[in-house]
């Protein structure tokens, strides 16, 4: 039987550290109201003048992956890259960074499912490895957040929340009776809500997409209805997880590490009680990362296999829940 297995992990953060004491120079805010709601004490950002694209994140990411794996460029069969916040309106960011590897002719897809972009990538990754359409697929989580929030208090809801940074997989196939590797994936997607957590421009259904006008009333910012996305969250993934263990035939208990988006501490801490999961099997960095979106949850990943906290055997489970709105989870076991 063919397996997709994770073969490398690689993370990349820019070094510019922002605390919520900084938060404090450019809005009405305070580290006490950041952490009590959020769980974040800190975030990185790429410095402020410009000129730092999440190309460039998934580049630094993708290299230690890479090296880990023990992979060259030329060995890629096919690059996905997860992104909310491409480095240009098109092309997609996986071409700059097939361009920056120095390949020209490996494909390149682009997925913009914002916070669950991991988990729609690793699902088509194992697809295409699965079905022989590719062997050995790179898949780059990357954000830059920083340069597109409203740092003023009208934008403070949102913009204390988001972190940029990146991390990346290596996922190739393996030959095993074994039940491992990518186990079961389960995908949502609801649209009704997705004025609940968008960047309304540039919009293509205005014309022009984007105008000084939209400019001055702040469209091109982030906004959420953050309230009702929790309560969703809350909801969607206790729901998510019972169905993916499902697939898999698979108790709860045979989880050592859930892996959930960082989006709020809170969230994930509402997620554990529900399922009644003690504090260690469920992984938290927002405190350090605040919530880097698509790269969220394999940067988690990469920090957990570097601290031990899981490695040959364990069984992993990443979940999410963010614009669209999407949701899902996929469970992962490392070969033994
Ligand atoms: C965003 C979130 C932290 C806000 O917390 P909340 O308890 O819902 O707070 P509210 O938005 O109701 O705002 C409460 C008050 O705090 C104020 N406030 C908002 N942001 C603030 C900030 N950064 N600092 C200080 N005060 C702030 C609001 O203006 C409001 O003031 P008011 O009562 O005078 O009107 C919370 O809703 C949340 O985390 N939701 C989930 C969001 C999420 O996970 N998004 C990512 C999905 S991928």
Known sequence: MQITVIKGTGRYLPHRCVTNQDMTRWMETTDEWIQQRTG????????????????????????????RAGWKPEDLDMIIFATLSPDLFFPGSGCLLAHKLGLTTTPALDIRQQCTGFLYGLATADAYIRSGL???????????????????????????????????????????DAKAGVLASCLHADGSLAESLMAYAPASRDNPRISEQMLREGKQYPVMDGRNIFKYAVRRLPEVTAEVLKKAGLPLSAVDLFIPHQANLRINQAFAKAMELPDEKVYHNIQRYGNTTAASIPLAFDEAIEKGVIGAGSTVMFLGLGAGVTWGAVLYRFPG
């Open 40 to 67: 974040i004490e800190q975030r990185y950002w790429v410095p402020e003048e410009g000129g730092v694209g999440v190309s460039d994140l998934g580049l630094e990411a993708s290299r230690i992956a890479m090296a």
């Open 134 to 176: 590719a062997k050995r697929i790179l898949l780059v989580g990357a954000e830059v957040h920083s340069t597109g929030l409203d740092i003023s208090t009208r934008g403070r809801d949102v913009a204390v929340i988001f972190g940029d940074g990146a991390a990346a997989v290596c996922l190739e196939p393996m030959e095993t």
